[in-house]
């Protein structure tokens, strides 16, 4: 770990402003190099092992289509509960001292992902509101925590956000016919709503509020664009609506 890695980061109240005006904050620098290296073994090693056991019936949701001749997964879920190395991330105190800032004292990871996206293929991620996936009592009290475990660039697919959807109500998603856990934006609300590229060097995060649009287009380039999205929410908030089923039992208090 760097030698600065306990040291907090102290937004600006422009960039608070900002995220609560906008919907989005990029922070560059928040992890070193050395860091996201680390999890990244550790995520491939977890990614192989999951491979190795998934089940017929789950593999159109967790391999990457649009990468043809390798097997690829597209995404893993609840890192936060299943590797300690992603727990730690979590718990680091400079992201945990962002996280607090921009919603509040006490808070924890409820639900998370690793994003693969592989070189030469990844696919999109459909544009959506992660409040309509959650349901959350309280949409202020959620906040995405988006780490860029490589360069995240236009050419390898990063993140888009709806500058102010934040501010916005969560709309009603619908899922393609046989992707039921697809769930996105409709067309006609979308079409309305420009959309801006976020790119995020490789140790930064990206942080969004769960009402704010984003989606991520393929990865045409030849490098991977993986990341690791830890969704927090302040203590008192609960997924009480949910679209998808969330196993509640896998919220882990970071701080009281
Ligand atoms: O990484 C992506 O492409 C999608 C990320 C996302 O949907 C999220 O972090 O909520």
Same mark, same amino acid.
């Given at each position: 770990?760097?030698?600065?890695?306990?040291?907090?980061?102290?937004?600006?109240?422009? *960039?608070?402003?900002? +995220?609560?005006?906008?919907?989005?904050? !990029?922070?560059?620098?928040?992890?070193?190099?050395?860091?996201?290296?680390?999890?990244?073994?550790? %995520?491939?090693?977890?990614?192989?092992?999951?491979?190795?056991?998934?089940?017929?019936?789950?593999?159109?949701? +967790? %391999?990457?289509? $649009?990468?043809?001749?390798?097997?690829?997964?597209?995404?893993?879920?609840?890192?936060?509960?299943?590797?300690?190395?992603?727990?730690?991330?979590?718990?680091?105190?400079?992201?945990?001292?962002?996280?607090?800032?921009?919603?509040?004292?006490?808070?924890?990871?409820?639900?998370?992902?690793?994003?693969?996206?592989?070189?030469?293929? $990844?696919?999109?991620?459909?544009?959506?509101?992660?409040?309509?996936?959650?349901?959350?009592?309280?949409?202020?009290?959620?906040?995405?925590?988006? %780490?860029?475990?490589?360069?995240? !660039?236009?050419?390898? $697919?990063?993140? +888009?956000?709806?500058?102010?959807?934040?501010?916005?109500?969560?709309?009603?998603?619908?899922?393609?016919?046989?992707?039921?856990?697809?769930?996105?934006?409709?067309?006609? %609300?979308?079409?309305?709503?420009?959309?801006?590229?976020?790119?995020?060097?490789? $140790?930064?995060?990206?942080?969004?509020?769960?009402?704010?649009?984003?989606?991520?287009?393929?990865?045409?380039? !030849?490098?991977?664009?993986?990341?690791?999205?830890?969704?927090?929410?302040?203590?008192?908030?609960?997924? *009480?609506?949910?679209?998808?089923? +969330?196993?509640?039992?896998?919220?882990?208090?970071? !701080?009281?």
């Amino acid at each position: 770990m760097a030698a600065d890695s306990e040291n907090v980061i102290n937004l600006s109240d422009s *960039a608070k402003f900002m +995220y609560h005006q906008v919907g989005h904050l !990029t922070v560059p620098g928040v992890f070193d190099a050395e860091q996201m290296n680390e999890l990244v073994r550790d %995520i491939e090693q977890w990614g192989e092992e999951f491979l190795d056991e998934l089940p017929s019936e789950k593999r159109s949701w +967790y %391999i990457d289509g $649009g990468i043809k001749g390798k097997t690829v997964l597209r995404k893993l879920d609840n890192p936060h509960a299943h590797r300690a190395k992603v727990l730690n991330i979590a718990k680091n105190p400079r992201l945990v001292g962002l996280v607090e800032s921009l919603v509040g004292r006490g808070v924890s990871v409820y639900f998370s992902q690793i994003f693969f996206k592989g070189p030469e293929g $990844g696919g999109p991620k459909p544009a959506h509101q992660d409040n309509f996936y959650f349901g959350p009592t309280d949409i202020k009290g959620v906040i995405t925590a988006w %780490i860029a475990l490589d360069d995240s !660039t236009l050419e390898n $697919g990063c993140l +888009y956000f709806g500058d102010g959807t934040n501010l916005g109500p969560v709309y009603q998603h619908r899922a393609p016919k046989d992707e039921p856990y697809n769930l996105q934006l409709p067309s006609e %609300i979308l079409n309305l709503q420009p959309m801006s590229p976020a790119p995020v060097p490789k $140790g930064g995060v990206s942080f969004h509020h769960g009402n704010t649009f984003h989606q991520s287009s393929s990865n045409l380039s !030849t490098k991977w664009r993986r990341a690791c999205a830890l969704h927090f929410v302040r203590n008192d908030v609960e997924f *009480a609506n949910p679209a998808l089923p +969330y196993d509640h039992g896998l919220k882990r208090k970071i !701080t009281s």
